[in-house]
């Protein structure tokens, strides 16, 4: 991980389904739509940068029908309505092209908006479940909805989706691995390494894992590491005004990911501690 390259900051979902094949077949099972000409989808994904959730994992457009945003989420949030209805405001306002146009009287048509949430977390969920922007307004809904449809797709759970989209499938074996090594207690270095050369000696994930096995393997062990340090970050209580004893909490979230390899900007990126200090944790952990 120290020669991780810092501005390479996908996730392997986003990285993997961020091809029109791929995703194409995910938005099939999804949509229960057979489309077969992947020229008709266009990516139109919001440019951010990982763990920056202001911008959304997955968009596209099939044709003129529907403009779909998939977001994939390892920790329950029953806030992902009001988040997609800022991204698809976004994504709609890209659409269009002549901004003066929204002055027109003529009625402006878009592509019908889907909301999906795809789930491997560690708590158990449901199979399927809906999340409604009304619940935050006591369950009116009559002036505003959006309706996201969240899907459980752990390996284990038999999620017909799995069954429906082998891209899907395949995607969901190494994160199923990589969390039975960690609760086997290997390393998280370990526990990647091994998901990944089972899916490459099973023909998982094909070509794509073939030609990117290092950079899933860094993508990964980001992944875990970020996890980790925002559980942390979490139970620590941190905030903003921090006291001395939240600034050491920090530190002690710093150095843990300075460890396992992450970049100084993303321990600042999570922190908030300042970069000379993060250089000097650093320092520190290379004296001992």
């Not at 501005?7 to 961020?18: G, L």
């Not at 006591?138 to 969240?150: K, M, P």
Request: proline share 3%.
């Amino acid at each position: 991980m120290t020669d991780y390259n810092a501005k390479y900051r996908d996730s392997v979902f986003r990285s993997y389904f961020n091809e029109p094949e791929r995703l194409l077949s995910l938005c099939n099972a999804i949509l229960g739509i057979d489309y077969q000409d992947a020229g008709k989808l266009t990516i139109n994904t919001l440019d951010g940068i990982f763990f920056d959730k202001r911008k959304n994992d997955i968009s596209c457009t099939i044709g003129d029908y529907f403009l779909i945003l998939v977001e994939h989420q390892t920790t329950v949030n029953d806030n992902m309505p009001f988040r997609c209805l800022s991204y698809v405001a976004e994504l709609l306002n890209n659409l269009v092209k002549e901004k003066n146009r929204l002055y027109h009287r003529t009625l402006i048509r878009f592509p019908s908006p889907k909301f999906f949430v795809l789930y491997d977390g560690d708590k158990t969920q449901p199979l399927k479940k809906e999340m409604r922007l009304s619940e935050a307004f006591g369950g009116d809904n009559s002036s505003l909805e959006l309706v996201v449809t969240a899907y459980n797709i752990n390996h284990d759970v038999q999620q017909p989706l799995l069954t429906k989209c082998a891209y899907l499938s395949d995607y969901s074996v190494p994160v199923w691995k990589v969390k039975k090594g960690i609760r086997a207690e290997l390393s998280h270095r370990e526990a990647i390494s091994r998901a990944v050369k089972f899916c490459l000696d099973n023909g998982l994930m094909k070509g794509y894992l073939k030609k990117n096995s290092q950079e899933v393997f860094n993508m990964l062990a980001l992944e875990w590491n970020m996890d980790d340090a925002l559980q942390a970050r979490f139970e620590d209580g941190f905030d903003e005004g921090r006291s001395q004893g939240e600034i050491l909490r920090a530190e002690k979230i710093a150095c843990k990911m300075l460890h396992r390899g992450s970049s100084f900007e993303e321990v600042h990126e999570l922190t908030d501690l300042p970069l000379q200090r993060i250089q000097e944790l650093d320092q520190e952990i290379l004296g001992n």
